[in-house]
Structures are given as structure tokens and as C-alpha cells.
């Protein structure tokens, strides 16, 4: 079956290692957008970081944010569907964690993540690089008060142990309620029951009229595996996790190397720009 939708994680896929789109990538989904091709980013980013602001921005229609827990219509400023981690099982993790490895810190993401509530503490381990705000911005608020509401993305850092070490501190707790994942940035991200970048993408195909044979997707860090895995093409970039490239289909240059833009250009049977100097 004919491609209908790319999807496309941002960071560590579609944007280079200083974090923009690279003119080569962005030809691509030009071309792909003018070809008929739904382009949408899939994110652990919220909507305000998705470049929804930005006139030049590639994405204008649909997005899925926060790993899955918000899918909406960027233009429109319009909600298609979002899911929220109950108090309960913030409480139910905050306390096991805290027991188990003195030191966690704890954010809550809230109203389509305009709402960003930290810990006290959580704004001295951050940049802003980290979530798309100032870490001044972020409060310093209680442990209740950070688990007083759902959340539509719980936030876990520590400032010692390496997100993959505090990865296997969670799953060593042997609790369930939630869906963790890593994106590669230096903390854990919590989300509803069932959450995914899959599941996500799933509601907006289903929205779109879109059969997931009809999805490219590209991915590169561990929650992007369901994603990659659900497409009917999916395609891991070159700088990859070893996990996800194992897992995938298929595997492009790195996302340093125009790897999103080479599996669209063949897509489309012939280059964007051809030549060394478009990348």
C-alpha cells in the first residue's frame, strides 16, 4: 500500500545534533506534504516546543505530544485526544521510589503542558534544553503538590544515577498503573496506563482514515520501539539505541547525516536536492 503519513520523532531523528531541522530534511517533508503525505511529528515534546509558533515551522496540522498522551491539531489549538496519570499512581510511585532511591525528583506536566510543576530541587538539575523552559520558571513546589493532580506526563530525575540506572530502579519496584519510557533526555517520563507513541498515532490514523500499512515511521531512542514496531515501515536512524535498531525494519543514516531525508527522498523516487551540498 501507498505511504499516506510520516511520522517523525524530533530529537535524535529529524533534528541534527544542534537541535534544527536541516534544510536537506526539510525539502523532504516539503516534498512529501505537496505529494499528498501527512507529515506529523511524534513526540515526548509538548505542544509548545513543536514549533507550532513558528511560521516557517513544518508542522502546522497534526501532532502527537508527550509520548502519546496528547494528540492535537497545532493550527487549531484543538485537542483530538489526551490521557492523564491518575493521582493514585503518582502517590503509589513517588513513595516506593523515594524508599528505594533517596534523592529522586519528581516534575508534573499539566494542561496540555502549559503546566510544568517540579519538585524542589528538580530546577537545579535542569536546562532548558531539557524541557523548552527556564529552569527559574519551574518552582519549587512540595512532593504533594507535585502529585496533587494527573498528569499528562510525570517526570523522574535523579542527580546522580544515569537515566538508564534509575530506569532499572523503577522496573525493580514491580509496580504497574503507569507506562514508563526514556527518550534519551537525563530523566524518566511517566505516563498513563497503555500510553505509547504507538497508541498515540494509532488514534490519529484512526481519526485520518489511515491504515497503519500506510505509515512510515522514524525513531531513535527507546520510546520510540512500540512506534516503530506498530508502522508498516519503520525505520531507525544510524545513531539509533541498540535496542531500537535491533527492533526496527530498517535502518537509515544518522540523524546527523540527513537519514530522515534519504528514506523520503526514495520514497518519492528521486532526490529533494540532490547532491553533497544539500544535506
Not at 502529585?147 to 522496573?171: G, M, N, Y
Request: net charge negative; proline share 5%.
Amino acid at each position: 500500500m501507498p505511504i499516506r503519513l510520516i511520522a517523525t520523532d524530533l530529537d535524535g531523528t529529524l533534528l541534527n545534533s544542534a537541535g534544527k531541522i536541516s534544510p536537506r530534511n526539510r525539502r523532504a517533508l516539503d516534498a512529501a506534504r505537496a505529494a499528498g503525505i501527512e507529515v506529523v511529528p511524534v513526540t515526548a515534546r509538548q505542544p509548545h516546543s513543536v514549533y507550532s509558533g513558528d511560521e516557517n515551522s513544518p508542522f502546522t496540522e497534526y501532532a502527537v505530544c508527550s509520548n502519546g498522551a496528547l494528540g492535537l491539531h497545532l493550527s487549531r489549538n484543538e485537542s483530538l485526544f489526551e490521557s492523564h496519570l491518575e493521582v493514585a499512581a503518582q502517590r503509589a510511585l513517588t513513595a516506593a521510589l523515594t524508599a528505594r532511591v533517596p534523592g529522586a525528583l519528581f516534575a508534573s506536566v499539566r494542561e496540555r503542558g502549559a503546566v510544568f510543576l517540579a519538585q524542589a530541587g528538580y530546577a537545579e538539575l535542569a536546562r532548558f534544553n531539557d524541557h523548552g523552559r527556564q529552569p527559574a520558571e519551574m518552582g519549587a513546589h512540595s512532593l504533594e503538590a507535585v502529585c496533587a493532580e494527573p498528569s499528562l506526563k510525570f517526570i523522574v530525575r535523579h542527580a546522580r544515577l544515569t537515566p538508564r540506572e534509575l530506569l532499572a530502579e523503577v522496573q525493580a519496584l514491580k509496580l504497574t498503573g503507569f507506562a514508563l519510557t526514556h527518550s534519551g533526555a537525563p530523566f524518566l517520563e511517566i505516563m498513563a496506563e497503555g500510553v505509547s507513541k504507538a497508541r498515540g498515532l494509532a488514534h490519529l490514523c484512526t481519526h485520518l482514515g489511515i491504515d497503519r500499512t500506510e505509515v512510515l515511521a522514524f525513531g531513535d531512542a527507546l520510546n520510540d520501539l512500540e512506534m516503530l514496531a506498530w508502522a508498516g515501515r519503520g525505520v531507525a536512524m544510524g545513531n539509533s539505541e541498540p535496542e531500537v535498531r535491533a527492533a526496527a525494519r530498517e535502518v537509515t543514516a544518522s540523524n546527523d547525516e540527513d537519514g530522515v531525508a534519504l528514506v523520503i527522498e526514495r520514497l518519492l523516487g528521486e532526490p529533494v536536492l540532490g547532491g553533497p551540498d544539500s544535506a
